[in-house]
């Protein structure tokens, strides 16, 4: 069975019963918020669900004893500063580049005359050209899209205009990957259904490592 919680007016969730119990015992819960079953709209309190006392572990020393934290709360992490930099550079090169062809200078591609469209989409450079402005689109796209959005258990990764998304319990593990000169942290599924590949270039903080550190390193085994 599932819940949803509530706190400070924004609901969480679903969660199992096992997480919400976890949440509960590392002090981001407390017996006295509110919880309601996914299949029912009646609210109750956590404590009168699950008959927990009241009182929960004070977090400073859940956190002393190396409790990983977890947090029900939104965060969201864009690329670091340079990397949005640098795609927007790109883009605004590539765009550059076909609108120079376009623009008849190379004898490419002759210039839009009278409003013709259809004469200029029809020449043998067009689709050189828009390769050229898609490309550069997809850059700058990749430099102001590109997000990871943790929410409870959940994490939502956007590349410019690709999205994947998975839970805690989905997720197998994370190993430390390389490929062509870039790290990245590999969330691997369960039963080989794939992955969620997040750049280092992520701008992330501490509630983003806690996250990982519920997760298995398989770079140990």
């Not at 400070?8 to 119990?21: A, D, L, W």
Request: hydrophobic share 40%; proline share 4%; with cysteine.
């Amino acid at each position: 069975m599932s819940y949803y919680v509530a706190r400070s007016g924004q609901q969480y969730g679903p969660y199992t019963e096992e997480i919400v119990r976890s949440y509960l015992g590392a002090g981001s819960l407390s017996a006295s918020d509110n919880i309601r079953e996914e299949s029912s709209p009646a609210w109750t309190t956590i404590g009168q669900l699950f008959q927990v006392p009241v009182a929960p572990t004070p977090m400073t020393q859940l956190r002393m004893e190396g409790y990983p934290f977890r947090s029900l709360e939104r965060h969201e992490y864009r690329l670091k500063g340079w990397a949005q930099a640098l795609y927007l550079v790109l883009g605004a090169f590539v765009v550059g580049c076909g609108i120079f062809v376009a623009s008849g200078a190379t004898g490419g591609v002759e210039p839009i005359a009278g409003g013709n469209w259809r004469a200029f989409v029809v020449q043998p450079g067009f689709l050189f050209v828009a390769s050229f402005v898609l490309l550069g689109c997809y850059y700058a796209a990749l430099a102001l899209r590109s997000r990871v959005v943790l929410d409870g258990t959940h994490i939502l990764l956007r590349y410019g205009i690709r999205e994947k998304s998975a839970d805690l319990s989905e997720i197998k593990g994370y190993r430390i990957w390389s490929m062509r000169g870039t790290s990245y942290w590999r969330l691997e599924f369960k039963e080989r259904r794939g992955h969620i590949s997040i750049m280092t270039t992520f701008q992330v903080d501490d509630s983003f490592r806690a996250f990982l550190s519920q997760l298995k390193n398989l770079d140990d085994q």
